[in-house]
Antibody, heavy 118, light 110 residues
Framework: QVQLQESGPGLVKPSETLSLTCAVSGYSISSGYLWGWIRQPPGKGLEWIVSIYYSGSTNYNPSLQSRVSMSLDTSRNQFSLTVRSVTATDTAVYYC???????????WGQGTLVIVSS | QSVLTQPPSVSEAPGQRVTISCTGSGSNIGAGYDVHWYQHLPGTAPKLLIYDNTNRPSGVPDRFSGSKSGTSASLAITGLQAEDEADYYCQSYDSSLSAWVFGGGTKLTV
């Protein structure tokens, strides 16, 4: 059974960098599929942020591309998200996900709330 | 403003049937990209409900069904139960944005 678990600080100051990690169990991320991040601001809908193929090829949400990066750590079977120069609008529950080949998100982490505030 | 448009809310009595629409355009649903549906209960991770327009993952009751036509898709739920109260999201891919996109979500009240 594939399981994903997010970790990282729950509070980040404005203008600083948000960093999250997703630990994967039950599947080797170097074996295939796309891995990614989705967020949900309070009271709003879901927003896809970024996805990375197991080979390292990355796709970004155009609205966030300039501030976002993502990487794989195959030795630890985990991947990470970095969002630079955060503002209050980056406050959200962040989910790590596995994206299937036909474009749906079959596996989700439980989500982690990140608040941007001084 | 979401790329895929859903009604903000729907309401129906227990035991009845409800449909939730998802309207896109020629660069996403109309371009042939599949539509997927998720059920989201507060405080939990979204759950895949329908994939590839009409398919149910193992464990999803057959009360849930999906359809797609032209630039739109729909989720139907029959025999409504109180436990179906949740937010529902459609999702597809948009070629003009080169991005996976979601609808704004629909809150179902039973």
């Amino acid at each position: 059974q594939v399981q994903l678990q997010e970790s990282g600080p729950g509070l980040v100051k404005p203008s600083e960098t948000l960093s999250l990690t997703c630990a994967v169990s039950g599947y080797s991320i170097s074996s295939g599929y796309l891995w990614g991040w989705i967020r949900q601001p309070p009271g709003k809908g879901l927003e896809w942020i970024v996805s990375i193929y197991y080979s390292g090829s990355t796709n970004y949400n155009p609205s966030l591309q300039s501030r976002v990066s993502m990487s794989l750590d195959t030795s630890r079977n985990q991947f990470s998200l970095t969002v630079r120069s955060v503002t209050a609008t980056d406050t959200a529950v962040y989910y790590c996900v596995r994206l299937e080949s036909s474009g749906y998100f079959a596996y989700w982490g439980q989500g982690t709330l990140v608040i941007v505030s001084s | 403003q979401s790329v895929l448009t859903q009604p903000p809310s729907v309401s129906e009595a227990p035991g009845q049937r409800v449909t939730i629409s998802c309207t896109g355009s020629g660069s996403n649903i109309g371009a042939g990209y599949d539509v997927h549906w998720y059920q989201h209960l507060p405080g939990t991770a979204p759950k895949l409900l329908i994939y590839d327009n009409t398919n149910r993952p193992s464990g999803v009751p057959d009360r849930f069904s999906g359809s797609k036509s032209g630039t739109s898709a729909s989720l139907a739920i029959t025999g409504l139960q109180a436990e179906d109260e949740a937010d529902y999201y459609c999702q597809s891919y948009d070629s003009s944005l080169s991005a996976w996109v979601f609808g704004g979500g629909t809150k179902l009240t039973v």
